[in-house]
């Protein structure tokens, strides 16, 4: 046992287990603003958690860049939440998978003259057999982590510049998977047996660490960042894996998950009440907060994180972000 794992079990409580327990049962807070004529960019919109997200921002008058991989599906979502809710929904094709992809679409939406309110950070899968992605990458770590980094860096200017915006991660109180920390030596799982929980655990804990360091880089800008658990919702995610896993799925999983409309409301909620303005580096269980496991709130591992992860992508180490502050 090393001396970062002996801390993390010292620092475990049972009374966050008992937190977390209770908030599962929680309703999401509820905003009554509109927010008319906002932008929202938001990955992986075309079902579950994504679309009803969409569908509640544009119910609310906000306009919409939809960064999806499939073009058939954005596009019947474009017609939809156009012709329903009258707001304009555009589209950014890109497999969050692949690095290309994801630096494309992120300079675009780093050129885009229309400022960005909020950035939700959806797309996501599940895999129970370890996948490459083109570049060589274990694809959950790359989805779920790489993509929002890569995302968010390259717009960090763009955000500070604008004088605000609230950045959200749909992480999950998955990232308790990882109970032992991050494993910083094998990100890709090369040299462990592969575990789709653990994995999945892994990515979404790497997600919490890099808002420990996008928190700090954006202080005083007046752009936020926050995660959140989006509840046990019913989603596609999974559809990628074999067909028992499916039919395990979608015979005693999904019977017993709630609607997404509840994850949307809560991102509504995070995204736009006043109650949350300038809350930044939280994670929230739907609207609830909760303190993290404690891998989670390693400011050391976050930085190791951080420079690994500049390698991995192949960005340049930058300073904080600077802006004219908040509005």
């Avoid at 997404?260 to 509504?268: G, H, K, R, V």
Wanted: aromatic share 10%; hydrophobic share 35%.
């Amino acid at each position: 046992m090393n001396s970062r794992t002996a801390r993390y079990i010292r620092e475990y409580k049972w009374s966050n287990v008992f937190a977390m327990i209770r908030n599962n049962g929680r309703d999401p807070g509820i905003c009554s603003d509109d927010f008319k004529g906002k932008l929202v960019v938001i990955t992986g919109a075309t079902s579950g958690i994504g679309r009803a997200v969409a569908r509640k921002y544009a119910s609310r008058g906000a306009n919409l860049v939809c960064v999806n991989r499939n073009p058939a599906k954005s596009e019947a979502l474009r017609r939809e939440i156009e012709g329903e809710f009258g707001t304009r929904c555009e589209y950014r094709i890109a497999d969050l998978g692949r690095r290309d992809d994801v630096f494309r679409v992120g300079e675009e939406l780093a050129r885009l003259e229309t400022p960005i309110d909020v950035l939700i950070h959806n797309a996501g899968v599940y895999l129970t057999r370890r996948e490459l992605t083109p570049d060589g990458l274990e694809a959950t770590l790359a989805v779920h982590y790489l993509s929002s980094f890569i995302l968010n860096y390259l717009l960090l200017d763009k955000l500070a510049a604008q004088g605000g915006a609230r950045i959200l991660l749909v992480g999950s109180e998955g990232h308790r998977f990882a109970a032992w920390g991050l494993r910083l030596d094998d990100l890709n799982w090369e040299r462990r047996k592969y575990s789709g929980l653990a994995s999945y655990g892994s990515a979404k804990l790497a997600q919490m660490l890099s808002m420990i360091v996008f928190d700090e880089r954006l202080r005083g800008t007046g752009v936020t960042i926050n995660a959140m658990h989006p509840g046990a919702v019913k989603t596609e995610t999974g559809q990628e894996n074999g067909p028992v896993y499916r039919w395990f799925k979608r015979t005693f999983f999904d019977r017993t998950l709630k609607s997404p409309e509840i994850s949307a409301e809560a991102l509504y909620y995070l995204g736009v009440s006043k109650d949350l303005k300038g809350v930044s580096g939280k994670f929230f269980n739907l609207s609830t907060e909760e303190e993290p496991a404690p891998p989670a709130r390693d400011r050391e591992a976050a930085y190791e994180l951080w420079r690994d992860t500049l390698k991995m992508t192949g960005l340049e180490e930058r300073g904080p972000a600077s802006g004219p502050g908040p509005r």
